[in-house]
């Protein structure tokens, strides 16, 4: 959430920085109704000095023995008129605030320029493709004709964008999240942390997807909602806290199942597994002072960069453009990895850095080392460690041979029970 102090002394610097995002300026609309809000705050602190003159003067009355009737009926007068502008007074208060929390953060300096993601800039890339010798499958064909990856069934019992994996593809998916997380909790210092998989609306607004993507989220009929993410979860550990400066930075990673409704991805990746309704995901979260958040962000990039090198598989580094980039994110780096299937880099983590934007809504904050009184907001940073059914995905298809089977890789055998190919599964009678 942007600081609306800030807008109103820079409403014009709003509107450029959402024209940067390609949305339409809001200053005049969020200006309107704080100066309506601001006028009846106004109006309440008029009222409330006359009541307490009025009160004043009734005991002076009182005490001569005069009559206060009078006075005592502009006093009731007076509160009447307070209730009914307090009720105003909030209605007016919650409006500004649902407007403010539907303005996206403002973009640094650096992001680039651009309307959509070909605008995206390309920073470096790792690895060199394979050269195969033979026309690439692609995983799902792969999944399928190991007879160990089944979408038709899964769609009579959950409807599309689902899977059954089966056996060493279980396994293997197992695997890839195993050494996730033993990558970033032994070498990338990340604490583990196995949270809560529903959560309350004040959890999604403070993380940025409610109010806006309320329609891309799961809710249950008690009212909660499935998480998109365990960065909703892990981020909110700061909610409504006042953090030690001395501690900082927090890096904390989780594995867990993740689930949307993809609203706003209809007709795309409607085979295989690159766009489901219920996915694995090993996130990475950080909670930094301000003025560690940037380095951070380089450092939660090399992180989620590091498995992609352990299980060598060639991708990409995009600085997202300013068109590309996601509503609470002041900048962003995505991870492309390699698909031979269909020859290109596909996304396959997003490393976002969203300055005290979360923070402000979640009211998250920390007390510098030496500080007895006040404090700050943090910054928060999220990012894939990597999503874990789209590393599945590039396994296979990197790992693929002509004959349909997929060689382990070196950095997943130890996980695999001493199985280093995945063949077809024999044919019951």
Wanted: hydrophobic share 40%; glycine share 8%; with cysteine.
């Amino acid at each position: 959430m942007l600081d609306l102090k800030w807008i109103r002394e820079n409403p014009a610097a709003l509107d450029a920085a959402l024209g940067r995002r390609n949305a339409a300026p809001m200053s005049g609309a969020v200006l309107e109704l704080d100066k309506n809000h601001r006028a009846v705050i106004t109006e309440l602190q008029n009222l409330q000095s006359q009541r307490n003159e009025a009160s004043k003067q009734i005991g002076g009355v009182k005490a001569k023995g005069g009559d206060a009737a009078p006075l005592m009926a502009a006093v009731a007068t007076i509160k009447e008129k307070m209730t009914a502008l307090e009720a105003e007074e909030k209605r007016l208060g919650d409006e500004v605030r649902a407007v403010v929390l539907t303005i996206p953060n403002v973009l640094q300096d650096v992001v680039p320029d651009g309307k959509d993601e070909t605008s995206n800039v390309e920073v470096r890339r790792w690895g060199t493709p394979r050269t195969l010798g033979f026309t690439p499958k692609d995983h799902a064909d792969i999944g399928q004709g190991l007879g160990l990856m089944d979408f038709d069934q899964a769609a009579v019992v959950s409807g599309s964008r689902f899977v059954f994996l089966k056996g060493a593809l279980a396994r293997l998916e197992r695997a890839i999240a195993q050494l996730m997380l033993d990558t970033h909790t032994t070498e990338n210092g990340y604490l583990e942390v196995n949270p809560p998989l529903l959560v309350k609306d004040e959890a999604l607004v403070g993380t940025g997807q409610l109010p806006k993507f309320a329609e891309d989220l799961y809710r249950t009929s008690a009212g909660a909602w499935l998480i998109p993410t365990s960065e909703v979860s892990l981020t909110n550990l700061a909610a409504d806290r006042i953090l030690d400066g001395g501690a900082l930075p927090l890096r904390l990673t989780a594995f867990t199942p993740c689930f949307r409704s993809e609203a706003g991805a209809a007709g795309k990746d409607t085979k295989g597994m690159i766009r489901q309704h219920q996915f694995e995901k090993v996130e990475l979260v950080s909670i930094t002072a301000p003025e560690e958040s940037d380095a951070e962000l380089e450092r939660m990039t090399g992180c989620a960069e590091s498995i992609l090198k352990k299980l060598e598989l060639p991708y990409r580094v995009m600085a997202l453009c300013a068109g590309d980039i996601g509503f609470s994110a002041r900048r962003t780096y995505d991870l492309e990895v390699w698909l031979p299937a269909q020859n290109c880099y596909r996304e396959i983590s997003s490393c976002s850095n969203t300055g005290e934007f979360q923070a402000r809504r979640m009211n998250a904050r920390y007390r510098p080392a030496g500080e007895t009184k006040g404090a700050h907001f943090v910054h928060t940073l999220n990012g894939s460690g990597l999503a874990v059914g789209r590393t599945l995905v590039a396994v296979l298809e990197n790992y693929q041979e002509k004959d349909g089977a997929v060689r382990v890789p070196d950095a997943l055998k130890p996980y695999m029970g001493g199985l280093e190919v995945l063949t077809t599964a024999p044919k019951r009678a």
